[in-house]
């Protein structure tokens, strides 16, 4: 069984940077797509970014070209770069397979990202 581990989350003021990580353990991380989502109070879970295995990303509207998903997959890890951040992207950040897929792997704790303004 796959377990996801997010790190690097904290809080940042509006305009900053922060860099998410998410290392798996066990087998056949490389041969899935990824995806980072978030969950913010009150709200549903949304994608963020998602990247195949061949290394193609998409984006939601709101993070595209402030947000850049990567993965290595000799390190079974998952990145989200994020810059120029603003109060509406906190939220806990989530990694796991990418949307569309038949059965996640059991969610980890996630990370907090909080911007303040």
């Known amino acids: 069984q796959v377990q996801l581990v997010e790190s690097g989350g904290g809080l940042v003021q509006a305009g900053g940077s922060l860099r998410l990580s998410c290392a798996a353990s066990?087998?056949?991380?490389?041969?899935?797509?990824m995806g980072w989502y978030r969950q913010a109070p009150g709200k549903q879970r949304e994608l963020v970014a998602a990247?195949?295995?061949?290394?193609?990303?998409n984006y939601g509207d709101s993070v595209k070209g402030r947000f850049t998903i990567s993965r290595d997959n000799d390190k079974k890890t998952v990145y989200l770069q994020m810059n120029s951040l603003k109060p509406e992207d906190t939220a806990v950040y989530y990694c796991?397979?990418?949307?569309?897929?038949?059965?996640?792997?059991?969610w980890g704790q996630g990370t907090q990202v909080t911007v303040s303004s």
């Open positions: 066990g087998n056949f991380f490389s041969i899935y797509t």
């Open positions: 796991n397979k990418g949307p569309g897929t038949r059965r996640f792997w059991p």
């Open positions: 990247i195949t295995t061949g290394g193609e990303t």
